[in-house]
């Protein structure tokens, strides 16, 4: 995984056919998406189930990009080692979910992927502190994480440009999550993010047998960003 702070679009596959991972990933791969987000809910820290490291497993060999695991789940760190045999290159945590976050991201790059930070809507931006040279990613969550297809919560904005003013010259990437459309995500690319995940903007509209509106829908999302 080389770094770079090109525009790149990461569905996530919250908002796919759960009957059809598979199928779904090579889609949205064909049709341009750079990395795939995969979203892990544990019904505690977030209001909502998703899926655990079996399914993370089983869906690997159909990633050839990026397998961005996004954990909503606390406690984190008993899970750490499992997401990271599944397969994931970038494995993130939410600063809230427990009292050592420190630790955690240690955990992550102990167990061979890259370590990603996020930042529940409410959480101050300076909780990075401390915490840059031991992170790959800084994700900015724009929505309240749980559910797809709600709307972007523009104060945000300004926190991600401070954390691009926070993050200098470091290999760190910025990530967006939820709420991202060719309206939203122009706001955030200018002021500083560079990975851009959005569910329900790529998936509505197109299916399996159907993926071209997958493609339009991410090329509309690139194309306002540029
Ligand atoms: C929200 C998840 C997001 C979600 C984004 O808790 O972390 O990744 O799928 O969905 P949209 O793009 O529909 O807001
Ligand atoms: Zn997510």
């Not at 189930?49 to 954990?71: E, Q, S, Y």
């Not at 724009?142 to 010259?169: C, W, Y």
């Amino acid at each position: 995984m080389s770094f770079d702070r090109a525009i790149k679009i990461a569905p996530s596959i919250l908002s796919a056919d759960f009957a059809n991972f598979g199928q779904e990933i090579e889609a949205v791969e064909a049709e341009d998406a750079d990395w795939i987000h995969v979203d892990v809910m544990d019904g505690h820290f977030v209001p909502n189930i998703t899926f655990g490291p079996a399914t993370c497993a089983a869906i690997r060999p159909h990633i050839k990009t990026v397998m961005d695991v996004h954990l909503m789940i606390a406690p984190v760190d008993p899970y750490i080692e499992a997401f990271a045999e599944a397969g994931a290159d970038v494995i993130t945590a939410h600063v809230e979910a427990g009292p050592h976050i420190h630790r955690t991201l240690q955990a992550i790059r102990g167990a061979g992927a890259k370590a990603g930070l996020a930042l529940n809507p409410g959480t101050q931006v300076e909780s990075v502190d401390y915490l840059l040279d031991m992170v790959d990613l800084v994700c900015v969550m724009t929505v309240n994480p749980g559910f797809g297809g709600q709307k972007f919560i523009h104060s945000q904005v300004e926190k991600v440009r401070k954390l691009r003013a926070m993050i200098g010259d470091r290999p760190i990437h910025i990530e967006i999550d939820g709420g991202v459309t060719p309206e939203t995500a122009p706001l955030v690319a200018e002021a500083g993010a560079d990975v851009l995940v959005a569910g329900s903007a790529v998936f509505k509209g197109g299916s399996v047998a159907n993926p071209a509106p997958y493609g339009e829908n991410i090329r509309a999302i690139r194309a306002a960003c540029s």
